[in-house]
């Protein structure tokens, strides 16, 4: 099989951490349709990098850990920027261990139309969060 001349193989280039002290946790318990929800609120925290440096305003990490030991994530949050705004940044993906641990995501930046920033809305970005830290590591998919 060849590669595809229009297509290259994807390539990651770090582009911002995120750090995230978490606040309160609820759990939500055992779910009628399987498995376990935890929603845990994002305290404060602060994203940087590729010339952005931006306050963590709000938002939350939610978890529902299923029976077959795999957690499916979800992180909403919205960041302030000095200069360009809010931008919100959502990120959904998979961990396979514990409710605290490592975990990857794709991440989505929404930025208003004009921002010094909208250039984030047309990149693909994941993340990886490994066990036992805070931070998240971002990475532009080139």
């Known amino acids: 099989m060849s590669q595809d001349e229009d297509m290259p193989t994807p390539s990651l280039d770090p582009a911002f951490e995120l750090e995230v002290d978490h ?4 759990g939500i318990g055992d779910l009628a349709t399987g498995g376990q929800r935890w929603v845990r609120q994002l305290a404060s925290g602060r994203l940087s990098g590729r010339g952005l440096a931006a306050g963590l305003e709000t938002g939350t990490e939610t978890w529902l850990s299923r029976r ?3 957690s499916v994530v979800e992180m909403a949050l919205v960041i302030q920027t000095a200069h360009g705004g809010p931008i919100r940044m959502t990120g959904t993906g998979v961990s396979g261990l514990n409710r605290l641990g490592a975990l990857r995501l794709n991440v989505v930046f929404e930025v208003a139309e004009g921002s010094p920033h909208d250039w984030l809305a047309t990149r693909v970005f994941i993340a990886e969060r490994r066990d036992g830290e805070t931070h998240l590591s ?4 080139l």
């Open 23 to 26: 606040g309160a946790e609820w």
């Open 138 to 141: 971002i990475f532009e998919v």
């Open 68 to 70: 077959d030991g795999v």
